[in-house]
Structure formats: structure tokens, C-alpha cells
């Protein structure tokens, strides 16, 4: 297969057809996209991202039927105020997702990066362990038992999802 500026060869060969200075520039985003304090930003900021899509989503689910009190009071709104509402309640709720799912994301994918890195390995073990850790500090402020099943539910979740992802493919 020929790709352009390779000149046919392989990328790990020596003859990539880069300059030195691209060569230099592709290690450096290499070395940055494989430090833990980089992951755990991209994890943070993709949690974010996915948070307050998932916010804005649950937000637009939820909404007052007629039949409740709180339905009756924003029915005798004008549809301005309505909208007002009913928009300000969606950011606040997408803005709350965002960051809950920004926190997990990080802490999970920074331990699991130190893990790795102490431990010298990629394997199921740094998942399990890191959403150990993530569970229960998420769990933490409301005492020792719901830091205990938060753990052991993020590190059951981790370890489904890792085994999956790192199933060979029929392919």
C-alpha cells in the first residue's frame, strides 16, 4: 500500500520520509500522549464533553406533566418564562453531568496510568485496581461501606469492559 510520504516503505524503518524535525516533533507528541498527567486531562476533558451531552440529554427526558404540582405551577407560566426555565434547568443539569463524568474520568484514567506504570504492565489487574481506587473515593464521603461497593462496582465494571475490549476479534 502506498501512503502518501512514505515513499512505500514501512513508518518504523528509519526511512518515514519525514524531516528530523517532523521525526522529532512526532516523538514528542508520542512521549506527551503517553504521560499520565496528559491522559488524565484528555480523560477529564472527554468526560466533560460526554457528560454534558448526556446532561443535556437526561435534562430534555425529564419534564413536568400538568398532573404534578410543580407541572401546574410552571403551566400557569408564560411560554417565555417557560422556555427560560426549562433552558436553564437543561445547563445546569448537562453542567452537573459534565463534571461528575470529567471527575470520574480522570481519576480513573490517571490511577490506571500510575498503576501501569509502577506495575510495568498492561493488563486486566491495572483496570480492576484503578477502578477499585475510583469507587471508592467516589464513595468516600458517605462512609466506609459505600466506599467499599464502590469499589468493588467500578472494579467489576472495569474488568467486564477491559475483558471485552480485549477480546480477539473474529476479524
Known amino acids: 500500500m502506498n501512503i502518501p510520504g512514505l515513499s ?10 519525514m524531516s528530523d524535525g517532523e521525526q522529532v516533533m512526532v516523538k514528542s507528541i508520542q512521549a506527551a500522549m503517553e504521560s499520565c498527567p496528559t491522559k488524565t486531562v484528555l480523560a477529564g476533558g472527554m468526560g466533560f464533553v460526554l457528560g454534558g451531552a448526556f446532561g443535556l440529554f437526561m435534562s430534555s427526558m ?5 398532573l404534578s404540582p410543580q407541572g ?9 418564562e417557560q422556555l427560560k426555565r426549562g433552558f436553564k434547568d437543561m445547563g445546569s443539569r448537562s453542567f452537573s453531568s459534565a463534571k461528575n463524568f470529567a ?5 480513573f484514567s490517571g490511577t490506571e496510568c500510575c498503576i501501569e ?12 485496581a484503578a477502578g477499585c481506587i475510583t469507587g471508592g473515593i ?3 464521603k458517605a462512609g466506609p461501606q459505600a466506599a467499599a461497593i464502590g469499589c468493588a462496582g467500578f472494579a467489576a465494571f472495569s474488568a467486564a469492559i477491559d475483558y471485552y475490549m480485549r477480546m480477539p476479534s473474529d476479524g
Open 8 to 17: 512505500g516503505r514501512g513508518m518504523n524503518d528509519g526511512g518515514s520520509g
Open 62 to 66: 425529564s419534564y413536568d406533566t400538568p
Open 72 to 80: 401546574q405551577a410552571l403551566a400557569n407560566l408564560t411560554t417565555r
Open 103 to 107: 471527575l470520574v474520568g480522570a481519576i
Open 117 to 128: 506504570g509502577y506495575r510495568a504492565k498492561n493488563d486486566l489487574k491495572n483496570g480492576i
Open 138 to 140: 467516589l464513595g468516600a
